[in-house]
């Protein structure tokens, strides 16, 4: 039995922003994988539950049936134009609120500019600074170690003013196995000494004295703080990404009172689940997870949902590039969450005013008080 | 479809005492939870699996609705007293047997006066002894690392003769990646002289020395040996109760006779089964796991028994303080197993025969035989 | 819902070869599991998913009924004769292709008899050589560390001239934490000096630098190589074996143009679908895990299919020793295949004719393409 479950607009807690041009197939396959070379011979990235979950959702919004062959899905989408296609995507997707990590490179949209092609107010795009890329920048804009400390620090000050959260991803540029402690200045110094002296303008940062002065700047902020934990593209050693790495942070950080967001997880969402269940200060979110195992969204869904507590976790779509994966995100979430939650009222393990009132946290009601987003209005 | 298993009464391999006073509803909330610290901010620890379980199975015994609001089951409860109210859910919870962990401090219900609530003859409640706990009130009685030596060792022998077995939660204390062989005895006096010299009275044994002396000291008496493995309190590092980091104390304890439980083991219970899989002397049990995991009980248990061997998964309900876990433990293995099994034999995978014939070795067969209690007389 | 997915002949690309003599009741049972030991007392062998399996799935071969006892179908089984029996049941696995790793010691029929008893032309059987096979059996041969070195270094591309690919079991022997890269040349010859000197005739093959020597002489013949990870024999420490340590070994390989084919993966099945998913020359294999998990394949298939690209999973059966688990092996694929693609399309999540492609791929058409076997015949 699939419940209605009358969900509210989803808040996604968790995105990127999207190509402002046309992207050719290949370029389109390439956003269905994490990986970063071509597919092996013989084999396409369509192939995969992602590639499965596109064309089922995608194609009737541009009116097609579902499950049409991927030449015929890019064949339209390319006769509507990019700005059309996402415009129409978007608007589809059912979300009312996106939360965009703005760390990536790349043409893509900002905040704004995505909530305005979704047919919604710019207020319903909100910041989520990633840590590593503002650290970036400003090194780009300092001469000499302490200026770069000095202008990052007033850089994370500034940015708590007006964004929703930071986010790390300290999983791909060292690992979670960092001290859990925060750096002494006298580190800081001397570890920004050495990024600085060495690095390459634009070079990626993975000093991990810097990485964790990175997060412990932010949680000093208060804010929610969103962490990389589990699957992600191969620059990551997945078994380093493990979210229960993080425990001894996750206690250092305790007293601070800013609440942390341990983002994906998979397939080590059950140990985020844990961490969510026995700490105060935890949640967690299955965001990439859901749309990257499609048909199996339900059991993933399912697994995150044994110990974590109903009011600590969080949707996202982790949607980048394609409009294609605002739409999957939201649709494989709501779908999953509607066969879970209507098996468990069926069976009589829940009732279906509380499956209602969770669906409604999950999707919309955890985020917002979260992140302090007010009541609905819509 | 749920098959009718026509269980026996169960055999409760592993659970503690119950609360003698009558909890608040914080106090209540507070056992729904492995966490230590509050809820986060606008969440209840009631909207979990194990809070919603609790409002499934426990309403109905009291006279409610099934589901009614928290608060209407806690004022019930208030209005019946405690006592009766533990009387009443002991008694509809079907257990035939408890072994308890007598360890835990508080002010709890021994195994006869259990067995005495629960409607059932004293001789029905087991003695397991926790070992650090004897550990603890060795030392607290003993003068100086000779004397808490000697007094130990007498200790796990006279315990031996009376307990159906021993328990171990050395993965709380310092992580189960212990050296797997057994101290020399210069060693363990060396490290009870450390510990007693430095110790507070009531001091915690942490020291992984005198934690495998314990280990060792259970082993040589033949006894069955339970061992915390996987979710607990945050206490532990949960990557360090991964079940397969005692494969090599497996190995080392092979010839000595003393067949070894691994506890709950979630997230890691697919590594306990293989465990008891290879293992001959190895069981496995999913006592914590299936009521904090609630409605997803059936899928923690089916993954338990991918590779456990059917004579060796044992039912328990790891139950603490509240009454109405015993009743959650027994309610949701059996619904579990109903619906597991009630799966496989539709399909043809099982027999029904089979598939009766392992859920009594489940319930309580495989406990009988491994503590040796002897034939069901009920 | 099942889909009717109509299969073609089973390409089974890693199974070992059948006994040659009749098993009596012990040893028949002693093939069922992985541990090297007699079963606990009081449990059978039979008692595991793998026993129920076999229980299911083979009787009706021989003229009984499905779920028959145990000592009825081991008594029908000798009254037909080792040969007899052997032929009924390969011929009815539905195999068209065996791929033999031909490495295992015992009285074990090769590639083509194991064709020919399977009633196919001996060309259906292709040699998978297991490479520390291979090197013990050249310290054998050579007097000496160079001329051991040379001998195996000839006898790696002789092999590689008929081999359909090599198999390693590093995970075995070291665990799969090796250094990822290939070691030179002087240190193989010191490692083979001090492995020849302190080696008895026929002594296994542990040494490190060996092992990393071996895998790199099998990726530079550019043919797929095939390694353990995950569940095994009480030998291997599981979580040594966990395909995630296998990590850097593969970044290294990259370039190199072998595929690597990570087999079973069990319990972290996961985490080879993760490698599949994000490294172009990795794919992923379920054998051994589905007809140990029986009841469960149709879980365990569904999880290896959240990640791996549907053009990289490879069927197999691990069969080893009794015929009864090449009828296991295929039938429990099947029916998980049929039973997990039924409910995808049932829900609408995938499209039939998607399912039926999919399907083909999994049961023959990725081996073929990835071993070079040719388009199907039969």
């Excluded at 503002?134 to 001469?143: C, F, N, P, Q």
């Excluded at 009011?311 to 980048?320: H, M, R």
């Excluded at 999953?336 to 409604?360: F, K, M, N, Q, Y």
């Amino acid at each position: 039995m699939d419940l209605d479950l009358a969900l509210p607009p989803l808040v996604d807690q968790h995105c990127h922003g999207v190509l402002r041009h046309d992207p050719d197939a290949d370029e389109f396959a390439s956003y269905l994988t994490e990986s970063d070379a071509p597919a092996a011979p013989g084999t396409s990235f369509f192939d995969t539950q992602l590639g499965f979950a596109v064309r089922r959702w995608c194609p009737p919004l541009l009116g097609l049936e579902a499950h049409c062959p991927a030449e015929r899905y890019l064949e339209r989408r390319r006769e509507l134009g990019a700005e059309e296609a996402t415009r129409r995507l978007l608007r589809a997707s059912g979300t009312g609120t996106y939360l965009v990590d703005t760390g990536l490179p790349g043409d893509l949209t900002g905040p704004a500019e995505l909530a305005g092609l979704a047919g919604l107010d710019d207020g319903r795009g909100h910041v989520v600074v990633r840590l590593e890329a503002l650290a970036e920048r400003s090194a780009d804009a300092s001469h000499g170690p302490g200026a770069f400390v000095e202008v990052l620090g007033h850089a994370v000050v500034a940015s708590s003013r007006t964004a929703a959260g930071f986010k790390s991803v300290a999983a791909y540029r060292h690992g979670l196995g960092l001290d859990p402690e925060p750096p002494a200045p006298a580190e800081v110094h001397a570890a920004a000494a050495r990024w600085m002296d060495s690095r390459p303008r634009g070079g990626r940062l993975r000093d991990p004295v810097l990485l964790r002065h990175l997060l412990w700047s932010a949680v000093r902020t208060g804010l929610p703080l969103q962490l990389h934990t589990g699957f992600g593209d191969p620059d990551l050693r997945l078994d380093h990404a493990d979210p229960l790495l993080l425990t001894d942070f996750i206690r250092a950080v305790g007293t601070y009172g800013s609440p942390l967001v341990l983002l994906h997880g998979y397939p080590y969402h059950r140990h985020a689940a844990y961490l969510a269940n026995v700490f105060t200060h935890v949640y967690a979110d299955v965001g990439l997870a859901l749309c990257h195992t499609g048909a199996r969204a339900d059991a993933v869904l399912a697994e995150a949902l044994e110990l974590t507590p109903f009011g600590k976790l969080l949707y996202s779509s982790d949607a980048f590039g394609l409009p294609e994966l605002y739409v999957v995100g939201a649709r494989v979430f709501e779908e999953a969450l509607g066969g879970v939650l209507g098996a468990w009222t069926e069976s009589g393990a829940w009732s279906e005013p509380d499956a209602r009132r969770v669906a409604h946290l999950l999707a919309a009601g955890n985020a917002r008080r979260l992140y302090g987003l007010g009541p609905e209005t819509d």
